[in-house]
């Protein structure tokens, strides 16, 4: 192989931009931990949960923590919040009575069903928590593999194609089919579902996982309707909540899920919930599943989630009105 000026160069920025993603990586989670770290221990995370947020419900949003670091945060929430279940929150928003509803109340709430979410249980019962898993069920009790598992590198950007050009893609890049039995399983069992039914709460996260907005009507109605009625045969119980895959949601989306007759839907949509809250528009504090202390106080606190809710609507809009005024500014140059 011959070594050129040119293949130099662009070697040395491959370990440049590798050097400095790296770094910019290390900063931020740096920069996370200390403004967690004073959130947690300044007295503002206690002012919020225990005066002005007290009667505010908290939802939280996991995926597929590993069981150290989720009994962990548990341990942590249970000195600080009242667990409740989601049930009893959805009905107290249907009736607008919060005479059953404890002070700093938290809800768990599991996303997508993975086979890792069945090393919790024993959790579960020791603090007594009644989360709710939403599953996507034609991925549980298969082998079949969760589409945004099949090429991590590309998944945000495959969320943002029609649904029918991402699988296509996925089959293109990766081989991916979506009934396609794998090696191993990556969502949980019947055993493992049956085993769980006394301690948790199951609800709908459609067949698939598809990033609804993206869907056809048609395929739309289907993801919600069917998955609701296959859990139910499956796991012989009402399924009565729904989650939206990735949080993405329109008018469509909810009036899909309240015709086929769920009590609840849940959006990635941060914020927290009253009595008053639309029912099929349940806001959320995100936690990450690795997430340290000082950070799970960030989160479920609202602080990050808020941070990041910010960044996605208002300096977004903010960036386009400068970009415009840049624009005209430009044009108003030539002019002259």
Same mark, same amino acid.
Request: glycine share 2%; with cysteine; aromatic share 8%.
């Given at each position: 192989m011959v070594i050129t000026r040119e293949r130099i160069k662009l070697t040395f920025l491959s370990y440049h931009e590798i050097i400095m993603q790296f770094y910019t990586n290390f900063i931020n989670i740096v920069v996370r931990e200390v403004i967690g770290f004073i959130f947690r221990f300044s007295g503002i995370s206690y002012i919020l949960r225990e005066v002005l947020l007290k009667n505010k419900a908290t939802i939280v949003v996991y995926h597929d923590p590993e069981p150290k670091v989720f009994?962990?945060? *548990?341990?942590?929430?249970? &000195?600080? /919040?009242?667990?409740?279940? !989601? $049930? &009893?929150?959805?009905? #107290? *928003?249907? &009736? &607008?009575?919060?005479?059953? *509803?404890?002070?700093k109340p938290l809800i768990v709430t599991i996303d997508d069903g993975h086979s890792g979410n069945y090393k919790l249980l024993e959790i579960f019962k020791r603090y007594n928590i009644n989360p709710t898993i939403y599953l996507c069920s034609h991925v549980i009790n298969t082998n079949r593999k969760f589409w945004f598992k099949a090429c991590l590198s590309r998944s945000e950007e495959l969320k943002k194609l029609p649904y029918e050009a991402m699988l296509k893609s996925l089959w293109n890049e990766v081989n991916y089919q979506l009934e396609k039995e794998y090696q191993q399983r990556q969502a949980l069992n019947i055993d493992e579902l049956n085993k769980m039914l006394p301690y948790v709460e199951f609800g709908s996260h459609t067949k698939f996982h598809p990033i609804l907005t993206t869907c056809t009507d048609e395929k739309c109605r289907e993801e919600v309707e069917e998955s609701k009625k296959y859990l139910e045969t499956l796991l012989n119980r009402p399924i009565e909540h729904f989650a939206y895959p990735n949080g993405d949601y329109a008018e469509r989306e909810m009036k899909f899920a309240m015709n086929c007759g769920y009590k609840s839907a849940r959006t990635l949509d941060c914020g927290l919930n009253d009595i008053h809250s639309n029912p099929f528009k349940l806001k959320? $504090?995100?936690?990450?599943?690795?997430?340290? !202390?000082? *950070?799970?106080? #960030?989160?479920?606190?609202? !602080?990050f989630p808020f941070i990041r809710y910010l960044r996605k609507n208002y300096l977004k809009s903010h960036r386009k009105f400068i970009s415009n005024i /840049?624009?005209?500014?430009?044009?108003?140059?030539k002019l002259k």
């Open positions: 009994e962990k945060h *548990i341990r942590y929430l249970s &000195k600080h /919040y009242n667990f409740l279940s !989601l $049930n &009893k929150l959805v009905d #107290a *928003i249907h &009736k &607008k009575d919060r005479s059953d *509803i404890p002070a959320v $504090n995100e936690i990450q599943d690795n997430a340290s !202390l000082n *950070i799970l106080c #960030a989160q479920v606190g609202s !602080l /840049y624009r005209k500014l430009r044009w108003l140059k």
